[in-house]
């Protein structure tokens, strides 16, 4: 089960739905796997390395025991949950050996549910690496050094897996209680309705990055042109999702330290997002209407991926220095209770909320609030999570374990920040909504005037002739539109129309009259584009755990060319506003393609047995935290917390630990050791030494 490779992704039990305890577990290890195994260049005995199976022997220590030991880890797995990856080399080359095991830990794509155990013989020399988030204690993962220790000491190679096993079975057993993965089941979700719906995501994404990305061209080149596509559509989405929790944590540090303190990861942020923008670019150059040679396309496939990581990498470069600055483990306390008047203070917006929806239900269309109709809901959901969140913070703190308090205030945080986005969503869209009846009355007189030009001086043209019977139907709808219709989208369809008309009566019409025309209407354009894109971006970044790389394309395109027409507008308006539509008509296929991914995320829940909506399967708030991408991050990423992990991941960590599949942000992880001290961190525990 272990050595399946990534290629074996598109097997139909990947595309079906998995019904049995079994299957999902299968299912996800070849999800990590998969996650890891993208560009993994053959590694040296003293290098770190993406590991590619459970056991790694390249000692050859293990010998006739190799069976034996490959049976305790299936054991551990069938029973726990939890994979355990071995390694013996000769040496470590003189690194010290938490380091290297943290290192290979990330470039491995380990997540919450694995473990690590690196042996090197010669230099007798021993590291473990551990998710934070892992259901183990300190005092348990001393535990476990110890017992590995013991049987090392003796050159038990193989004892010293068993031993690991042993412990790890016993651990986590027997004693997750106090685990964040407890805390996932508040409410009565089972642990068998969360595989399965992390089952759905492994098999919606299955495609996703995979270890840091910087392997040479000719790894990527065995791949077939059907999983490299796949392969960069998930690096986009792994590492959107990395700069959406990055920009969220610099956000944090900014307000407790201000802008100077941090304006460092404010550069680094920025570099990275300029690598995204490209990647997307040339994703949306993909999709387009134009094709290319299939070594086109795998060039521009593998040129992405190469983006992702460099951008992921480019983050995961300050991880420590961000991790210092705000030194979460020591003010965890005051994190939890900021985080629950945070709460408290958002929860207060519920009721006003609702009450906004219902009002404008009645006087607006269902298509008009689809973006906004479950916002809500889904922030109450957040704010229950949040707050179940911070008593689990608060459990972790009094038991002397700031790892794992750690841990739940991330998660607290970013669920309480994500309900604020949600809430100011609704408020938003009011305001977009009283706007939307001036401006269309507005644009409504504006057409009129073309119209007239058209009777007149260029009642004689074919062009101009096509155009005016456009404009008249825009005209008509949008007159449909003031008695409650979508004042928005005849807004929209009116100010196309009288862009076209525009075109065909430019020949007839004095340049500057053109230019202050086409201004007068890229002013009612650009205005209106950028609130499409706000909530456009609110919608993803607040249901980033359903919204596939399509959509996303098509928001950072509309983003770079609503840049464009701002750059070109008091140059060219005329250019300016061509440039304008094509922004307008990707963030409208953005909104709905995201709302189509939604829509089958839903399904997919109710095909689990649930009652769909924002909290899925009747998990309540941990579906609110799946949909949102918060339990998915910390699931998927072994990152230093919720906020953790890096590009390859699944989703990357960005500003906030490392992660499942390499990278690390600006919150690492760290640990203490036994022996040999605790890691560089990273999004995982280290203990290690000599024995």
């Known amino acids: 089960m272990v050595t399946r490779s990534s290629s074996q992704l598109s097997e139909p039990s990947l595309r079906r739905g998995v019904t049995s305890r079994h299957a999902v577990r299968t299912l996800l290890v070849v999800m990590f796997l998969a996650l890891g195994g ?145 805390w996932l089941f508040v409410g009565g979700l089972v642990l068998i309705a969360l595989l399965l719906a992390l089952a759905w995501m492994a098999s919606k994404r299955r495609g996703r990055a995979t270890a840091s990305g910087t ?158 109709s479950l916002n809500a809901d889904q922030a109450e959901q957040l704010l229950d999570a949040a707050a179940e969140s911070v008593r689990a913070g608060e459990a972790s703190v009094a038991a002397g374990d700031r790892g794992t308090a750690v841990a739940h205030a991330r998660a607290a945080t970013h669920a309480a920040a994500q309900a604020s986005v949600l809430l100011d969503a609704v408020a938003s869209a009011d305001e977009d909504l009283a706007l939307a009846s001036s401006r269309l009355d507005g644009a409504l007189v504006s057409i009129q005037s073309d119209l007239v030009d058209a009777r007149t001086i260029g009642a004689d043209d074919p062009a101009v002739g096509a155009a005016a019977s456009r404009a008249e139907a825009a005209v008509s709808a949008a007159q449909a539109a003031r008695a409650g219709g979508d004042a928005l989208a005849a807004i929209r369809d009116l100010t196309a129309a009288e862009a076209s008309l525009d075109a065909a009566l430019a020949p007839a019409r004095e340049d500057a009259e053109r230019q202050d025309r086409a201004a007068a209407l890229l002013r009612e354009t650009l205005g209106r584009v950028e609130s499409q894109v706000r909530a456009v971006d609110s919608f993803i970044s607040t249901r980033k755990g359903a919204v596939g790389p ?20 008091p140059v060219d308006a005329t250019a300016a506003l061509e440039q304008a539509r094509l922004a307008e008509q990707m963030v409208v296929s953005a909104q709905q393609l995201a709302q189509a991914d939604v829509s089958r995320w839903e399904d997919q829940q109710r095909g689990f047995g649930g009652s769909g909506g924002v909290g899925g399967r009747g998990g309540g708030n941990v579906g609110g935290m799946v949909l949102g991408g918060i339990l998915i991050d910390s699931l998927l990423r072994g990152g230093g917390g919720f906020g953790g992990g890096g590009f390859g991941g699944g989703r990357g960590g960005g500003f906030s630990g490392g992660g499942r599949g390499g990278g690390g942000g600006f919150s690492g992880g760290g640990g203490g050791g036994r022996g040999g001290g605790g890691g560089r961190g990273g999004g995982s525990r280290g203990r290690g030494g000599r024995f």
């Not at 709460?343 to 929806?357: I, K, Q, S």
């Open 38 to 182: 993208l560009v993994a260049s053959p590694a040296s005995a003293s290098d770190p390395m993406n590991v590619p199976a459970d056991i790694t022997d390249e000692a050859d220590v293990l010998g006739s025991d190799t069976a034996a030991v490959q049976a305790d880890l299936d054991q551990l797995r069938d029973e726990t949950d939890m994979q355990l990856f071995v390694v013996f080399v000769d040496e470590f080359d003189g690194e010290d050996p938490v380091d290297w095991a943290q290192e290979t830990y990330s470039l491995s794509g380990m997540g919450t549910q694995d473990a690590l155990l690196a042996v090197a013989i010669d230099e007798r020399q021993y590291g473990l690496a551990i998710s934070l988030d892992a259901p183990i204690t300190d005092a348990q993962y001393d535990d476990l050094a110890a017992a590995i220790e013991d049987e090392l000491a003796d050159d038990d190679w193989a004892g010293s897996v068993s031993a690991a096993v042993s412990v790890l079975s016993a651990d986590v057993n027997g004693g997750a209680s106090g685990s964040l993965v407890t």
């Open 550 to 569: 399509e959509a996303r394309t098509r928001l950072s395109e509309a983003v770079r060319l609503l840049g464009e027409a701002r750059a070109l507008g």
């Open 215 to 372: 392997g040479p061209r000719d790894e990527l080149s065995k791949l077939s042109t059907t999983d490299l596509n796949q392969r960069a559509s998930g690096a986009l989405v792994a590492i959107d999702d990395e700069l959406k929790t990055s920009e969220q944590e610099l956000g944090f540090a900014q307000a407790q330290f201000g802008d100077a303190a941090t304006a460092a990861f404010t550069r680094t942020l920025a570099d990275a997002k300029s690598k995204v923008t490209r990647a997307f670019t040339l994703r949306q150059q993909l999709d387009d209407s134009t094709p290319e040679t299939e070594p086109q396309a795998r060039e521009i496939m593998a040129e992405i991926i190469g983006l992702c990581a460099d951008a992921s990498e480019s983050l995961a470069a300050d991880a420590k220095t961000f991790d210092e600055l705000r030194d979460l483990e020591a003010r965890v306390p005051q994190v939890l209770a900021e985080t629950t008047e945070r709460a408290t203070t958002l929860r207060a917006r519920l009721a006003p909320a609702r009450a906004t929806l219902t009002t404008l239900a009645v006087t607006h269309p269902a298509s008009a609030l689809a973006s906004v």
